[in-house]
């Protein structure tokens, strides 16, 4: 089982960055897969990026590609989402998803583990 916490999330214009962090607990974190999803209000989690565990596969929704990047440091137990060139359409709650499956599903329901997530607003 593992525990996921995310941060740094807030309120920024259209156009700034975010970085957001999501802090894996236990020592098997090399073993997930992990995802970043997003949820807006009235609408319908949806997949926004993923890696794979040994970081050599990313995947990306149409929507972020070329703004967002996602890593991970397996050392750390942690795995990031570089937010550039934000859009007021990327105001969401963010959150962190893992699986022990090494496949990377754009489907919620396929992931095991989930964080409590982190608001993220962009201003026009």
């Known amino acids: 089982q593992v525990h996921l916490v995310e941060s740094g999330g807030g309120l920024v214009q259209a156009g700034g960055s975010l970085r957001l962090s999501c802090a894996a607990s236990?020592?098997?974190?090399?073993?997930?897969?992990m995802a970043w999803f997003r949820q807006a209000p009235g609408k319908e989690r949806e997949f926004v990026a993923g890696i794979s565990r040994s970081t050599e596969y990313t995947y990306y929704a149409d929507s972020v590609k070329g703004r967002f990047t996602i890593s991970r440091d397996n050392a750390k137990n942690t795995v990031y989402l570089q937010m550039n060139n934000l859009k007021p359409d990327d105001t969401a709650v963010y959150l962190c998803?893992?699986?022990?499956?090494?496949?990377?599903?754009?489907?919620?329901?396929?992931?095991?583990?989930w964080g409590q997530g982190t608001q993220v607003t962009v201003s026009s």
């Open positions: 998803a893992a699986d022990q499956g090494s496949i990377v599903s754009q489907r919620f329901n396929d992931w095991d583990y």
């Open positions: 236990g020592r098997t974190f090399s073993r997930y897969t």
